[in-house]
């Protein structure tokens, strides 16, 4: 079945930039919106932005200026870059595909699929 | 943003009990039916439970079932099992950003 593996650089100094990398596995990356989505320590979650197979994308305002979501479709993997982090982004960071849409083909955007997380910490 | 209340924010309960739990949206316009529910236990992933407010997601029981529509949304556990104390979180899908809720921690009574 398809599986998503985020991997990374678990220790960020501040101001330096987060990288991480989401493999789909089992399956195509085609025909999808692929989501990160992040979790502090004990707190809830939040969206961070998606991209589409195609490229289009799609970011949280409150992150935008620090946030690059990219895809290689030959190797089946999403790529998210933050920018000039701070201890504010400690967090597990989750990869999470849609793929539920209504009759009209529109996304439902509910994330039906998700990573393991990788908690990265941001500290120097 | 979208901002959802959940509540409440935690609750305790026993095996065989019917659980609800509510989420509410805090705009006055309404999110329709584009409310969706997960289930999150510690050190995993969440787990998509149900979609657009009533949708069963494939696999998950159907002991869960969910309703609403508007602003205010429940989730509702039939015949609570082990498995099922977790935190459950509601996200709204019908305005960029997407959001979720805070939280509701299901324990044992």
């Known amino acids: 079945q398809v599986q998503l593996q985020e991997s990374g650089p678990r220790l960020v100094k501040p101001s330096e930039t987060l990288s991480l990398t989401c493999t789909v596995s089992g399956g195509s990356i085609n025909n999808y919106y692929w989501n990160w989505i992040r979790q502090p320590p004990g707190k809830g979650l939040e969206w961070i932005g998606f991209?589409?197979?195609?490229?289009?994308?799609s970011y949280n305002p409150s992150l935008k200026s620090r946030v690059t979501i990219s895809v290689d479709t030959s190797k089946n993997q999403v790529s998210l870059n933050l920018h000039s982090v701070t201890a504010a982004d400690t967090a597990v960071y989750y990869c999470?595909?849609?793929?539920?849409?209504?009759?009209?083909?529109?996304?439902?955007?509910?994330?039906?699929?998700w990573g393991r997380g990788t908690l990265v910490t941001v500290s120097s | 943003d979208v901002q959802l209340t959940q509540s409440p924010p935690s609750l305790s309960a026993s095996v065989g009990d019917t659980v609800t739990i509510t989420c509410r949206a805090s705009?006055?316009?309404?999110?329709?039916?584009?409310l969706n529910w997960y289930q999150q236990k510690p050190m995993r992933a969440p787990k998509l439970l149900i979609y657009a407010a009533s949708t069963l997601q494939t696999g998950v029981p159907s002991r869960f079932s969910g309703s609403g529509s508007g602003t205010d949304f429940t989730l509702t556990i039939s015949g609570l099992q082990p498995e099922d104390f977790a935190t459950y979180y509601c996200?709204?899908?019908?305005?960029?950003?997407?959001?979720f809720g805070q939280g509701t921690k299901v324990e044992v009574k």
């Open positions: 705009q006055s316009n309404t999110i329709t039916k584009y």
């Open positions: 991209i589409h197979y195609s490229g289009t994308t």
């Open positions: 999470a595909r849609v793929s539920n849409y209504d009759s009209n083909g529109y996304p439902y955007w509910c994330f039906d699929l």
């Open positions: 996200q709204q899908s019908h305005t960029a950003p997407w959001t």
